[in-house]
């Protein structure tokens, strides 16, 4: 049941995009966001929406796995949707009395819509292809200038990789627990919102008490490596840009240069 | 009559995914009431998720699983917390589990759970820590600042404080010190002869199984190899060694003996037995 989660969730592999630097990758994805709220008609949002199937394609991870990811948003999407459908007004095309469904709305919402999915389905990209360890050394590099102005980059970096690291255990554990208190015949599906929240705290308990327990033995773990901080560290797997990054990088960026010509041409959905 | 029984019974994990895996496939088994049953089996090869189907924490890909006679997942999802009471389950490490101020009412966590009266669900908690040896003044501890070995025992007592027809227990010694785990093993030991209930204990240790089970369950890659009586269970260990288990250490030593001419007899599984036919084989001696 919680295994179902995938947020971030890092399918191994050994394509093009896989190999890129993850600095690039986070580069790229940046670029990307633009490239994705700048047009502001539909031609050039499905420019961009070819160069995610693209990437996909080059990337070698299905597109089911993206109708994965973009479940949980669907009812956001609803609900923008309907919104614009009926509150811009222009040329009326069905008349229902109290609300009208206007061209001008249709097309808007569709670009919404359009919109939302390309930026899910172009930044998951990002998760599927780096893995966390990866994504999170890749922030730590990109940061590094601030630690002048005091940011502590490197503690930041190390807690998400830790974070990210323990997800899965603390589901597993959770789902242990919650086996063994339903074992003794903990209810947690029926009753008010009251028992529902009591029912919690037979679990939530041994979560925080092990969640603890691990801390202070992972924090003993690394000591013994003799941790300390980021100041003077090496690293075991260096970052080197290569062709292929400059590549992709000179790719994305004559996308985002396209799109932006592509938006001065075509006229604009928002009149 | 049979307490558990399993037809057919067949568990996959994450089916349709692409780490879909049989734990379980195609058990028929049938346990008897009163039984001590220890269970073994290699790491991986469906222990733990076959004991799991007992209480109805997980249901059966396909297949059934009768507790005394019903069928527990026809009779709909309200009756499953019934089962749950009536097939006692403690899990490994189950101190894990504790969450209240004290130790008692911990311990009270199961009975309350039944809907028991206070004065029923004070003789419960009363009895159970009898039961695992805890003192009327340890009920009044926080779970969190007795020892280890009285953990694992206060968390036992949460379960049998639901006075289970049948008690599983999965690994209850493990990260135990030698002392902790025999007091552990006597007291199952213990609750099992005065009580009469059924008892299975899944257990990696030959000597701690040869020594109190009645009967055997080998499990063997998601399937049960065998279930029989213990003396039959160690009479080759052989077949005992291919699926990385083994025999008591005695056990082996008798077995070598027996092949070398020395020793002719039943099968030897403690200490107490080995020591007994030793002597019967150096008095025979004597005599001759």
Known sequence: MLKDITIGQYFAGDSLIHRLDPRIKLILTMLYIAMVFIPTNPAGLIAVALFVVACYGVSGISLSTVRRSLKPILPIVVFTTILNIFFIEGRVLVNLGFVQITYEGLLVSALMVLRIVCLIAGTSLLTYTTSPIALTDAIERLFAPMRRIGVPVHELAMMMTIALRFIPTLIEETDKIMAAQKARGADMESGGLVDRVRALIPILVPLFVSAFRRALDLATAMECRCYRGGEGRTRMRQMQLMPRDMVALVVTVAGLAGVIMLNGWLPSVYG | ?288
Do not use: C
Request: hydrophobic fraction near 40%; charge should be negative.
């Open chain 2, 1 to 288: 009559m049979a307490v558990i029984k399993t037809e057919h019974l067949t568990y996959i994990y994450g089916a349709g995914t692409p780490y879909e895996k049989r734990a379980l496939d195609d058990i028929n088994l049938s346990i008897e009431a009163g039984e001590f049953v220890g269970v073994i089996g290699h790491t991986g090869s469906g222990k733990s998720t076959l004991i799991q189907h007992f209480n109805a924490l997980l249901k059966p890909t396909s297949g059934k699983v009768y507790i005394d006679g019903v069928d527990v997942w026809a009779a709909g999802k309200a009756a499953l917390q019934g089962f749950r009471f009536d097939v006692g389950l403690v899990f490994q490490y189950p101190e894990h589990q504790l969450f209240e101020e004290t130790v008692y009412k911990d311990i009270a966590f199961g009975p309350r759970n039944m809907g028991l009266s206070e004065r029923e669900i004070d003789e419960r908690v009363r009895e159970a820590a009898h039961y695992v040896g805890l003192t009327e003044a340890m009920l009044d501890h926080s779970p969190f600042e007795i020892s280890g070995g009285q953990k694992r025992r206060a968390a036992i007592a949460g379960v049998l404080s639901m006075r289970p027809k049948v008690l599983i227990l999965d690994e209850p010694t493990a990260g135990l010190d030698p002392r902790g785990r025999d007091q552990i093993l006597r007291l199952i030991a213990d609750y099992h002869r005065t009580t009469g209930s059924t008892v299975l204990i899944v257990s990696h240790s030959m000597e701690d199984v040869a020594r109190y089970a009645s009967r055997i369950l080998i499990m063997n890659n998601a399937k049960v190899h065998a279930y029989l009586p213990v003396r039959e269970a160690f009479s080759d260990p052989e077949v005992l060694m291919n699926m990385g288990l083994s025999v008591p250490p005695i056990t082996r030593v008798f077995h070598r003996l027996s092949q070398k001419g020395l020793y002719s007899g039943p099968e030897v599984l403690t200490l107490e037995e080995g020591k007994a036919a030793l002597k019967a084989m150096l008095g025979g001696a004597k005599d001759a």
